[in-house]
């Protein structure tokens, strides 16, 4: 079987196990291993991937969050693609053993949260303005006591950094990392 024969050839393992394909890598980044596997498999293989994890008793528990993971993408219409449950923003926080939250939080607002750092720019509160008001950028202006042209050259650099903030699974993710930012910083 070319699952078996890959995970030869990476240094890992194989295994059926309750009608799916196990596999065991080497390595640090489940999102790069589980399209590496795509790949390699090609047709329309689903992979769900977890971890890393650590020595053989934290085995067990990758297994699980790799099969939840499986079974997210299935559900959610994406057989044929693969992913971690990094991949999968807040689903991710929730399928994850870990539930790491600032985890999930520096993923989909990072790049805004470092411009802002470095520039002292305010995008993050744009962003947060901009989805509050329902997507409205005067409405937003107005929230943040600036100009419309102001949000608008705004949302033009986060729509630099990030270009699918609009699209509505993204948006949810996002609308999610501002609130739990907030939360964060209140705390």
Do not use: W
């Not at 999102?31 to 090609?42: H, K, P, Q």
């Not at 923003?89 to 994850?96: D, E, K, N, T």
């Not at 008001?133 to 419309?148: F, M, R, W």
């Amino acid at each position: 079987d070319r699952a078996g024969a890959y995970a030869r050839r990476a240094g890992g393992l194989s295994a059926d196990h309750d009608g799916t394909t196990v596999l065991l890598l080497p390595g640090a980044d489940p999102s790069a291993a589980a399209r590496t596997v795509r790949a390699e498999l090609g047709g329309s293989v689903t992979v769900g991937a977890a971890g890393p994890v650590s020595g053989p008793a934290a085995v067990p528990a990758g297994h699980q969050e790799a099969r939840r993971c499986l079974r997210a993408l299935c559900a959610l219409g994406a057989t044929g693609r693969a992913a971690s449950v990094r991949e999968l923003g807040f689903l991710g926080v929730l399928l994850s053993d870990r539930h790491d939250v600032r985890g999930f939080v520096d993923a989909a607002l990072g790049p805004l949260l470092e411009h802002d750092r470095d520039r002292r720019t305010e995008l993050i509160s744009t962003l947060d303005a901009y989805y509050e008001t329902g997507g409205s950028p005067l409405y937003a202006a107005e929230k943040l006591h600036v100009h419309p042209n102001t949000v608008a050259r705004r949302l033009d650099r986060i729509r630099e950094l990030l270009p699918d903030f609009k699209e509505p699974d993204r948006a949810l993710d996002l609308q999610l990392a501002l609130r739990l930012l907030r939360v964060r910083d209140a705390l």
